[in-house]
């Protein structure tokens, strides 16, 4: 049985918390799909091209992973790819309450799609997308939270964060 999955987030920017994630996952399914989507409450920094950009050069090693932009219903996106599971990663309690209500809407709108998470990494379970982003804004380093191949094609964008602030 070939078991594929989807990954699916805003990754604006993706950072190395999402990279653990999509490498562990894609250690537990045949193939993985990250799909890089549109969410109507956040503003993001990065477009939708250069966020799949910025995926693809960082998993562009990572055989059975492939990435692909959606717009849309999640659920939709993984039905329209004929998969059936998707993959969430899970940081502190506070993700519980909004992964939870995710999870429990995506089954009533396909009960056949099941979601399965992964905890994240200690190292990494502070991380996120918008933290990143106030960290660029006041100039701070980086390099530990971002994965290096994807560093330089983030930098001016970045940089822009923290012209903005000023
Ligand atoms: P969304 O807008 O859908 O929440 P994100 O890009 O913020 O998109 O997150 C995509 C997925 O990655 C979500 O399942 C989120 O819980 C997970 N994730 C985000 N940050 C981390 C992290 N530091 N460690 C593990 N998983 C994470």
Partial sequence: MNRIAVYTGTFDPIHLGHVDIIERGSRVFDKLVV???INPDKAPLFTLDERVKLV????????????MPFTGLAVHFVREIKANCMLRGLRTTSDME???????ANMT???????VFLMAKDIY???????????AAFGGNLEKFL???????????????KKGMR
């Fill in 109 to 115: 709108l396909d009960s056949e799609i099941e979601t």
């Fill in 98 to 104: 909004y992964e939870f209500t995710m999870s429990l």
């Fill in 35 to 37: 799909g890089v989507g």
């Fill in 125 to 135: 379970s502070h991380l996120s997308s918008s933290l990143l982003k106030q960290i």
């Fill in 56 to 67: 693809k050069e960082v998993v562009k090693t990572n055989k059975n992973v492939e990435v």
């Fill in 147 to 161: 994965p290096s191949d994807a560093l330089n094609l983030m930098q001016g964008k970045l940089a822009g964060v």
